[in-house]
């Protein structure tokens, strides 16, 4: 037997996967219900059309424009992304799941190991643990992974704070905006429109985000109000990162399998979910598949992050520029983020004075 904690997609998406393969999967998941509480965006380039065809009622919106926002700039550019409900997008997977032969087993908590096929776990019902014996341990318990600490298979994990509410603004709603410069140190702001007048806004940030998140929302609306809270951990990706010890995997935001440009870790856990399943069935090595599979692109994703960081609010106003160019909206329309490596090669090769931010590299 398979036991997989947490009903994240991640967890789901590889229990999907499994049993549809003929394994016996159990997933744990801690709270009452799957989807809840939100701590998410909800928003995927269409490449996650590959994976499946998302149900309508898990789609809130389809947008096909994004405004980047720079100090003394701001250009729009072609997209196509969808916005989900996030609670209800996680019961689609899950469901998938189930249908496929996965059980669910709800307010179930992974406490600890004890030896190597043994885990201890907590009805958060009748306050009772318990043990069951498994055959491997799968962490898709999110950035606080109780399995990867566990395991200590969480060295040195560094999160940015996505602070994000949803609140009362009415944008256009075909469009979602991104905000960067000094006003948002270290990530990016943002605001998402999911009905008419209600948009999800929020900031990525090391430090002090509740100072950059209420400057950014009173710069939006004029107010302090917010509907409601989703914020959460994002985690940054780590190369390092050991994702495999004997019978023990993590995958998503426990393994910190998130693209480091946009916060994004849906698409990149549900690629991974692919990987993990081949190597649980092939007892391939899942440290070297992953890297092999998807390291190179999130590596792509880290170093961009990494020349973005030490821009100045002059170095976006000029990127900006460049992006409004024409022959680059082109190519962003036509790669997403999902697909970095072409993106970035077409980009260079269509306008090399992008290579003047290489620089930062070594800056
Ligand atoms: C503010 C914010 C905005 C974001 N916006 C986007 C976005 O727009 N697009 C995007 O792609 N990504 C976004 N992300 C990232 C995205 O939410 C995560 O990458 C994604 O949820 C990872 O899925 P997961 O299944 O690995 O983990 P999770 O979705 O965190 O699921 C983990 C599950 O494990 C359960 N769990 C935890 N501990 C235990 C335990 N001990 N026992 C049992 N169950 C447990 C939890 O209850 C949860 O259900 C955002 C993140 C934040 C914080």
Known sequence: MITIVG???????LAYLLAKQGKEVIILEEHSQVGAPVQCTGIVTHSIEKFFRLKNEVIAKRLDKVVVVSKNNRITVNVDEIVMWRDKFDRFVAEMAQEAGAEISLNHKFIGFEG?????????????TKKIKTDAVVGADGPYSAVANAASMNSHPKNYIGMQAKV???????????????????????????????????????????????????????????????????????PKKIIQKGNVYLIGDAASQVKATTGGGIIPSLKAAHTLCDCINNNKDYNREFKKQSGKELLLHLRIRNILNKFSDNDYDKLLNLMSQE???????????????????NLLFKEPRFLLFSKMIFA
Do not use: M
């Open 116 to 128: 190597k096929n043994i885990i201890i776990i907590k009805d958060k019902k009748n306050n009772k």
């Open 7 to 13: 009903a994240g997609p991640a967890g789901s998406y």
């Open 327 to 345: 022959k680059v909206r082109k190519i962003l329309k036509k790669y997403d983020r999902d697909t970095p490596i072409p993106l970035v090669a």
């Open 168 to 238: 009362r603004l009415a944008i256009d709603t075909t469009a979602f905006e991104t905000h960067f410069g000094s006003d948002f140190p270290d990530f990016f702001g943002w605001c998402v429109p999911e009905s008419d007048d209600i948009v999800r806004l929020g900031i990525g940030c090391f430090e002090n985000a509740q100072e950059h998140f209420y400057r950014f929302l009173k710069s939006r609306t004029g107010k302090k109000d917010v509907l409601c809270w989703e914020s959460g951990l994002i985690p940054l990706y780590s």
